[in-house]
């Protein structure tokens, strides 16, 4: 299923403007994607897709309810690329 994702986006930022996360609302859950959680938890791509693996395969959690694909925009260069994403809702991000 893919959706596109208009609902809100909210920006945290560290008191030192440094870290800066675009956390995305929808359906009254938080969406992240896995380059998200990355930044999030400090790990790496790898890492953070192992987990997700794991949580999946030992039953832990049902991919169906917890990964959504959503259209995303994004500028590469001077154009506008669409893209889908998988973002991952808060019970797989915590």
Do not use: C, P
């Amino acid at each position: 299923m893919t959706e596109n994702l208009n609902d809100k986006i909210i920006i945290y930022q560290s008191e030192d403007g440094k870290t800066q996360l675009d956390v995305k609302l929808e359906g009254e859950t938080v969406w992240l994607t896995q380059a998200q959680m990355v930044e999030l938890f400090q790990s790496s791509k790898a890492t953070i897709s192992e987990h997700i693996k794991h949580i999946i395969e030992d039953d832990e959690l049902d991919a169906n309810s917890t990964v959504r694909k959503f259209r995303t925009v994004q500028q590469e260069g001077k154009r506008q690329v669409s893209r889908i994403v998988a973002y991952y809702n808060l019970d797989m991000i915590i």
